[in-house]
């Protein structure tokens, strides 16, 4: 029932936002050199890797200067780049992800390798599922550019404090997994973005 409600919404949601997708993407274009869109290789369910979308929000090659994105001020990000983060509309591309059932609209944010060889036997347990736009982890963790902006050592905090944090409030969700959280997860999303 929940990969057919994923594919109902995602089609429903990226036809409405079409002229929005083509406003971003032209404002992207217009402001900065390169693509409107980004693409990076995640983790899916059972380890499999598939390629993530999102609106492109920071310099060309700005991953190569690191994977965590570190506040508001880091400077790889653009100035849409920062607006459309802030209000988690570079994620809307991934509602392309959820239809060809890379993604699910809920479940634990998908991970890069380099994060993902680092868990324990215990936490690849979120790996049983399909990776989500949202979660409990991503409305506790809304926040965490800034909390990692204001670490002396932001890959060492993000490895030793956010991610097992977030694994565990990921497993709340696995083990619970139902439509009644499913749904519950989704407005508490949206009622976070909206406050």
Same mark, same amino acid.
């Given at each position: &029932? #929940?990969?057919?409600?994923? #594919?109902?919404?995602?089609?429903?949601?990226? *036809?409405? *936002?079409s002229p *929005?997708? *083509?406003?971003? %993407?032209?404002?992207?274009?217009?402001e900065s050199k390169g693509a409107g869109f980004y693409s990076q290789k995640r983790v899916g369910k059972?380890?499999?890797?598939?390629? #993530?979308? /999102?609106?492109?929000?920071?310099?060309i090659d700005a991953d190569k200067h690191?994977?965590?994105?570190?506040?508001?001020?880091? !400077?790889? #990000?653009?100035?849409?780049? %920062?607006?459309?983060?802030? %209000?988690?509309?570079? +994620?809307?591309?991934q509602l392309w992800n959820v239809l060809i059932g890379d993604m699910s609209l809920v479940g634990p944010r998908p991970e890069v390798q380099k994060y993902v060889d680092l868990y324990s036997d215990e936490q690849r347990k979120v790996l049983s599922v399909r990776p989500g736009i949202t979660d409990y982890a991503s409305i506790e963790y809304a926040d965490e550019n800034t909390l990692l902006g204001n670490s002396d050592d932001p890959d060492r905090t993000y490895v030793e404090i956010v &991610? !097992?944090? /977030?694994? +565990?409030?990921?497993?709340?969700?696995?083990n619970n997994k139902s439509l009644k959280e499913y749904f519950k997860i989704i407005f508490l999303t949206m009622a976070k973005i909206v406050g």
């Open positions: &029932m #929940i990969r057919f409600l994923d #594919i109902v919404f995602s089609a429903l949601g990226l *036809l409405a *936002l *929005l997708f *083509l406003v971003v %993407y032209v404002i992207i274009r217009i059972n380890g499999v890797l598939f390629s #993530i979308y /999102k609106f492109r929000s920071m310099r690191g994977l965590i994105t570190v506040g508001g001020c880091d !400077p790889r #990000i653009t100035r849409t780049g %920062y607006y459309i983060r802030k %209000y988690k509309i570079d +994620e809307l591309p &991610m !097992p944090a /977030k694994i +565990e409030l990921n497993m709340r969700y696995i």
